[in-house]
């Protein structure tokens, strides 16, 4: 049952559009999804609707268990589920602070959702923090959306390097190139010289730049359900078939 | 999962009506009208339904639901197959597990196929989120090719987290009088066909009273089997399992057992000609269980064997399955027969005469005095006979042993009812325990020496097929071996067999 995350040190680069459309289409192929929205903007519990039942406070999510599954909705679709973000998400870090084994302490909660899904899909707040860590540490898999300019390459360094730092395994980073517009020369040029570059998984697949994914926030829906033919859809459908393919190895 | 509800609606509505009602009061998002055609499985004996389960196939995909709640149990699975009879017919994965947890050597049959047009309702909260899913469908029975209207019905589903929005549209539902169907569609189909779950078990299911006479008895015991060796020809002519066979058989070897060990019930001569008669028949299907008993043992004997040898196993396996198939024939055309249908209607017959039949030394007893002093004997020779076996004893002893315990555990299993169900299946299941010990032992000599029948005839027709002998030779070792350690473990079975406690038992129910 891999965890997949969604994360990048760096906000705004697609991570909680890519989250909400892998964890459709994964669903959509009967296999049973949880995503768990823990960015406290709770976009992705936004873009399906849903809220949390009661104000889950952070600390009493840390505890896991019960609190945590009553907190677990049925979205949409059938086979996907969402564990929605609630505003208190923002003091995860302070909670994370005061307990023993904070790096560890998701992997315990997550621990009994494990058997019962087939895919977790995390939607990781943006920065580098405890939270973050336990993502790291938790997840299988982290998948990083990069758009192709210098900025975001610098930190896509800046994330390898506190990979090192703290001895992660940098084995788990799968990256892929996301919000990628065709007529920028530089969007070309930085996904050719990577392309040469092997100690990191980079997807082939890409994912555009494109209107159809920002509407997402006014449809409030994955993109399939409203504009299923877009080159967007398209793109997405690919990048799952060969994500599926590295993932479904663990 | 989502748990499931249904409602019985009245027959004057339909869905325009309802759906006109639920708009009113909740917001909604109607889907498109969906049709779908569904095959209900089960096994002969019912094995998914006595376990709580039914098997629904749409299209491509398979289904299985709890009999309670109707909710699915275990991911569905897409299978392109078209008639599915065996668990191994189905991909692997968990839902293939499941079915060969339950179905095991048994084939699904169909039970019904209906036709259901579905109008889908979603009913949303403020934020245009789904929170119950409602569904209307009107159901039609297939039969003989035509589609007739049987019933409508209304189910609502749960959406995880939403169980408020679920219970407030239960509520409201209620309110209009529409109440929850306690029966899932299935059960109302089946009953509707005149099926009945569960009605088909090959275990002796017949309760006896003891203030009835040993005669009254032992015909219901009989007409029992008669109706279990009737229920099983359809399914043996068709080949649809080799259980049906099975089945039949030990319903026989039953019946027989009846007429020689519950003895001067019937007059002599009629007893000794049907005894024959059906000793003749029994005889005649021998070769046809043998070979499915191989067949099914295919997997076991590869297993026994190196990655390399096993393809030697396949010119035996191809020669079985050759075999079996004229075999089958044979038994048609035995089951087809004049001599069978004439010998089971005189039986019958027979049976349902008896009791203007003169009477006999034993035949009205009371029963409860005559099994005991049956059973008790049985128990006594069983214990003789083991206590004269040694290590060194030759195979027609253990035989014989075996065939005394056999005689036991019929009797018992003739008159459980008429003792305390507790004690009698502690019996049964310390009786199996050696019976098993003594069964495998004369399975493994049998496959042995058949093996080496087949190992001679290979040897003069091919004789460079050597991979087929070395496979054949390292299956013989490998059953002897377990012969022998299967003879070893007799001593210690027939042990715990014989103990104090278990005697004690036998004193107290039988002497």
Redesign the interface.
Known sequence: MPIIALYHIKGGVGKTATAVNLSYLAAQE?A?TLLIDLDPQGSASFY????P?KNLKSSSFLKGGKKVD?????S?YEHL?ILPSTLSYRKLDLHLNSLKKAKIKLTQVLQPFENEYQFIFIDSPPNITLVSENIINTADYILVPLIPTTLSMLTFEKLQQFFKNRKLKESKIIAFFSMVEKRKKLHQQIMKEVAHQNQINYLTNHIPYSADIENMGIR?EPIFCYKPSSTAAKAYIMLWNELKVLVSKL | MSNILTFKIPDSWNSQTIIAEISKHFLIKKNPIVEQRQTCFDTFDWRLFTNGYYLIQEEEKYYLSSTKTEALVEKPIGALITNPKFWWDFPEGTFKDMLKKYLDIRALIPLFEIEIKVDRLLILNNDQKTVVRVQFENIYLIQQGRANEFTHCIKLRTVRGYDQEFVEIKKWLNELGIIQETKAVFLLVLEAIGKKPGDYSSKLNVTLSPDMTVREATIIILKYLLHIIQLNVAGIKEDIDTEFLHDFRVAIRRTRSTLSQIKGVFPKEIRDRFKNDLAVLQKTTNRLRDLDVYLLNKENYQQMLPDHLRPGLEPLFDQLRLERKEEHKNIVNVLCANSYTKTIESWEAFLNSIEERPETKNSHKPVIDLSRKFIFKAYNQVIQIGNQIRDYSPASELHQLRIECKKLRYLLEFFASLFPEQEISLLVKQLKRLQDNLGDYNDLSVQQRSLKKYLETIASEYKDSQQTVAAIGGLIASLFQQQQSVRKALAQTFTEFSEQDNEKIYQKLFA
Do not use: A
């Not at chain 1, 399906?48 to 809220?51: A, G, I, L, N, T």
């Open positions: 009967d049973k399906f609707r849903v809220r039942s009553k907190n677990i909705k049925g949409d589920d409030r």
